[in-house]
């Protein structure tokens, strides 16, 4: 039994649920009729084939066990009693979903519906529009009869810039007499209001009427515009270094994260005369590692060149091998042809033998070719190993040049800083100092083993770092050439298999 109230409907019967069953039942009832339905009940319904999908009127409380329905077009779930939305996740094919007449509060869970376009959410308990971001192919939103109270909360549809048709009636909103020009002002892209078409007039209208407002939002937009090319720009640039393995090796990335495991880094900085050996060590330091960034990123360049080489030598090794199997297949043909036009001249048991002949030596010339082919791309794969491996052998021996460099530095700053901070140690144990040390200074200067402890734990601290980065890039380059020349030595054993394969499978059926 079913009483509706406030535009929903209540049951007093237990919550249906989306078992098993009942989709068979939905899919049988709802496909194809007469003997296309017969035969398609008899071979059994595979779910991924399914384009469409009613489950209205079914008193359903919780959305579950959809992920089946992978290439799912169309969904309906309209009048039931669900109260969350979830369990849609895998339909990223889904383009239409109906999820009006129920008891949604929140919207949620649809973000992964990349594809949709057409969206009811009508007749619900819906107080705001939220969390759906991840529609950026929306162009029909039906969203009224809710509880949508803020005219504001419009603006987060700006953000939709292919949406055209929209449905807000019957929401609190719309009793606000800036409605509708409000909407119109907010949503450029929008053609349909409420079932109304957007008159132009109307639309200057609703310009000017919140001309001040569109201005300043034009320019908040802009600025947020520039500030995600920015942020696109700084993860492109990021994916490159990393692909080249000198990612954390730009600017003073790399000096800065050394110092951060350094806890007494900033003490030692309030020593006099130290502030001016750090900054000269700072840039000698950035220097050489702008220079392995700068061999990293020609490398690169140089690798993915290498990789084109492969392939275009592939293509062509492939292709002319094909042009010479395409012949021999084309002449036997045509041999083929011209026996079937001597059989009222030749005896049937001769044509028999002379074309089983024919076969065997297409076979045999077939297999010579792919054997050679296979020589080929072998030589073409060696050739390309031989290569890849001696560009990342030499990538690899500036690494270790470049880091014994970083080494040295750091060997000869803390030589320096020790022998400058034991000076200045002296004189703050005879009080002969010119300045106050700070306190935080001065727990490292009661005597000389507890300064040269801390300059020497900071200064493995350093070194350790520079370890860490030498091994993290070479190890990264070391697996990837690894897993490249293993991909493509698998990728010729598979093809080289499923030729010869077909070849005796095409041979067996000819010789029949």
């Known amino acids: 039994i079913a009483v509706r109230s406030m535009s929903h409907l209540y049951y007093t019967v237990e919550p249906g649920v989306i078992s098993e069953a009942l989709l068979h039942q939905c899919v049988q009832e709802q496909g194809p009729e007469g003997e296309a339905g017969r035969i398609a009940r008899s071979e059994g319904i595979d779910f991924r084939e399914v384009n469409t999908l009613r489950l209205d009127f079914k008193n359903i409380l919780r959305i579950e066990h959809l992920w089946q329905f992978r290439n799912l077009r169309r969904l309906q779930l309209d009048n039931n009693i669900i109260e969350c939305i979830n369990g849609l996740d895998q339909l990223v094919n889904l383009e239409w979903l109906d999820l009006s007449f129920n008891n949604i509060e929140d919207i949620s869970g649809l973000n992964?519906?990349?594809?949709?376009?057409?969206?009811?959410?009508?007749?619900?308990?819906?107080?705001?529009?939220?969390?759906?971001?991840?529609?950026?192919?929306?162009?029909?939103?039906?969203?009224?009869?809710?509880?949508?109270?803020?005219?504001?909360?419009?603006?987060?549809?700006?953000?939709?810039?292919?949406?055209?048709?929209?449905?807000?009636?019957?929401?609190?909103?719309?009793?606000?007499?800036?409605?509708?020009?409000?909407?119109?002002?907010?949503?450029?892209?929008?053609?349909?209001?409420?079932?109304?078409?957007?008159?132009?007039?109307?639309?200057?209208?609703?310009?000017?009427?919140?001309?001040?407002?569109?201005?300043?939002?034009?320019?908040?937009?802009?600025?947020?515009?520039?500030?995600?090319?920015?942020?696109?720009?700084?993860?492109?640039?990021?994916?490159?270094?990393?692909e080249a393995y000198v990612d954390g090796l730009a600017g003073m990335a790399l000096f800065d994260a050394m110092f951060e495991e350094d806890k007494d880094a900033q003490c030692f900085r309030l020593m006099p005369e130290i502030p001016v050996l750090l900054d000269s060590y700072a840039t000698k330091f950035e220097m050489v590692c702008e220079e392995l960034k700068d061999i990293g990123l020609r490398d690169l360049q140089r690798r993915s060149e290498e990789r084109v080489v492969l392939y275009a030598s592939h293509e062509e090794t492939c292709t002319a091998n094909q042009k010479v199997s395409v012949r021999k297949v084309q002449e036997f043909e045509e041999m083929k042809q011209k026996l079937k036009g001597s059989e009222s001249s030749t005896p049937s048991h001769?044509?028999?033998?002379?074309?089983?002949?024919?076969?065997?030596?297409?076979?045999?010339?077939?297999?010579?070719?792919?054997?050679?082919?296979?020589?080929?791309?072998?030589?073409?794969?060696?050739?390309?190993?031989?290569?890849?491996?001696?560009?990342?052998?030499?990538?690899?021996?500036?690494?270790?040049?470049?880091?014994?460099?970083?080494?040295?530095?750091?060997?000869?700053?803390?030589?320096?800083?020790?022998?400058?901070?034991?000076?200045?140690?002296?004189?703050?144990?005879?009080?002969?100092?010119?300045?106050?040390?700070?306190?935080?200074?001065?727990?490292?200067?009661?005597?000389?083993?507890?300064?040269?402890?801390?300059?020497?734990?900071?200064?493995?601290?350093?070194?350790?770092?520079?370890?860490?980065?030498?091994?993290?890039?070479?190890?990264?380059?070391?697996?990837?050439?690894?897993?490249?020349?293993?991909?493509?030595?698998?990728?010729e054993l598979k093809h080289n298999k499923q030729k010869i394969l077909k070849l005796n499978s095409t041979w067996s059926n000819e010789g029949r």
């Open 350 to 491: 001769e044509i028999i033998k002379q074309l089983k002949d024919a076969i065997d030596r297409l076979y045999h010339k077939l297999m010579q070719l792919e054997m050679l082919l296979v020589e080929q791309i072998e030589e073409v794969a060696k050739d390309f190993e031989r290569n890849y491996s001696e560009l990342v052998s030499t990538f690899l021996e500036n690494v270790q040049a470049h880091m014994t460099r970083l080494r040295d530095l750091e060997n000869a700053h803390h030589e320096t800083v020790l022998e400058k901070a034991q000076m200045i140690l002296e004189k703050f144990i005879k009080n002969q100092l010119d300045i106050e040390l700070p306190d935080e200074l001065r727990v490292l200067m009661v005597d000389k083993d507890t300064l040269v402890g801390a300059l020497n734990a900071a200064h493995d601290c350093h070194l350790l770092a520079i370890d860490n980065k030498e091994d993290s890039i070479v190890s990264r380059a070391k697996k990837d050439r690894d897993s490249l020349i293993e991909s493509i030595q698998n990728s």
């Open 112 to 242: 992964a519906l990349v594809n949709l376009r057409d969206l009811s959410l009508a007749h619900n308990r819906i107080a705001k529009i939220q969390n759906l971001e991840g529609l950026t192919k929306l162009q029909t939103l039906s969203i009224a009869g809710n509880v949508i109270n803020e005219l504001e909360n419009i603006s987060y549809l700006r953000q939709f810039t292919q949406l055209q048709c929209l449905v807000l009636r019957e929401n609190p909103l719309a009793e606000d007499k800036r409605y509708p020009h409000y909407v119109i002002a907010y949503i450029p892209s929008l053609i349909y209001l409420d079932f109304c078409l957007v008159q132009e007039d109307s639309r200057q209208t609703a310009l000017a009427m919140f001309q001040d407002m569109m201005e300043e939002l034009a320019l908040v937009e802009r600025e947020q515009a520039r500030k995600r090319l920015e942020l696109t720009a700084a993860q492109q640039k990021g994916k490159t270094l990393k």
